[in-house]
């Protein structure tokens, strides 16, 4: 059964672009979530889906955005990028929405900003 | 806001010898679960515990949910240089999303 699948790696942007990571969950599952993973604040929740709909918020400003396809496929977009968005973005996908439903994580997308 | 707190933040320790973190809150959570990260990997699932004072043993590696469910430890016995990597607890919420903790960051000297 094939895991968590997330695109690109690794990505180096400059301040002021903006960037769109995607995420293929685990066939079947139908929540994926996001987090953001720095040394210094640990991992962070930003947003969950559900059946394509935003089911959970953290607490991340408006420039940080996502979606969720029919195939529950999801994509984050973070626009006006700044030195301070660089980390590694985690997606975890789970069978049902939830915060008890175990967790299944891809390996991640580290984004540098230059 | 719920917050975890993990203890110690970081530990080394040779091979063979024994270890225990710790995972606590102020608040109450309906289950929490246990994840190993390795370097350039995403964080894998190692345990999800639901009922206060449940203990589950994976191998070498045990843990306990407290009874107040505010609380969590690991154990982990004989460690070997594989176990090294960071650990985290997550907090569930119910219909909420996961709380996670800083992690314990454990190196494991061969």
Redesign the interface.
């Known amino acids: 059964k094939a895991g968590v699948t997330q695109t690109p790696r690794y990505l180096i942007k400059t301040r002021g672009q903006q960037v769109t990571l995607s995420c293929s969950p685990i066939s079947g599952h139908r929540s994926v979530s996001w987090y953001q993973q720095t040394p210094g604040q640990g991992l962070q929740f930003l947003f969950e889906y559900f059946s394509e709909t935003q089911r959970n918020k953290g607490n991340f400003p408006g420039r940080f955005s996502g979606r969720q396809f029919s195939n529950s496929r999801s994509e984050m977009n973070v626009s006006t990028l700044e030195l301070g968005d660089s980390a590694l973005y985690l997606c975890a996908s789970s069978p049902g929405a939830g915060g008890d439903q175990p967790q299944h994580f891809g390996d991640g997308t580290r984004l540098s900003i230059l | 806001t719920q917050l975890l707190e993990q203890s110690p933040q970081f530990l080394s320790i040779q091979e063979g010898e024994n270890l225990t973190v710790y995972c606590n809150s102020s608040s109450v959570f ?2 929490l ?1 246990w ?1 190993r990260q390795e370097p ?6 190692l345990v ?1 515990v ?1 009922t206060g004072g449940e203990v589950k043993k994976l191998k070498r590696l045990t843990f306990q949910f407290g009874d107040a469910r505010k609380d969590s430890s690991l154990h982990i016995t004989a460690a070997q240089p594989g176990d090294t990597g960071l650990y ?1 607890c ?14 314990t960051r454990l190196s494991v000297l061969p």
Not at chain 2, 90 to 103: E, H, M, R, S
């Open positions: 309906s289950s679960q994840y350039g990997e995403g964080p894998v699932l999800t639901v985290l997550a907090g569930g919420t119910g219909g909420q999303n996961f709380v996670f903790g800083p992690g």
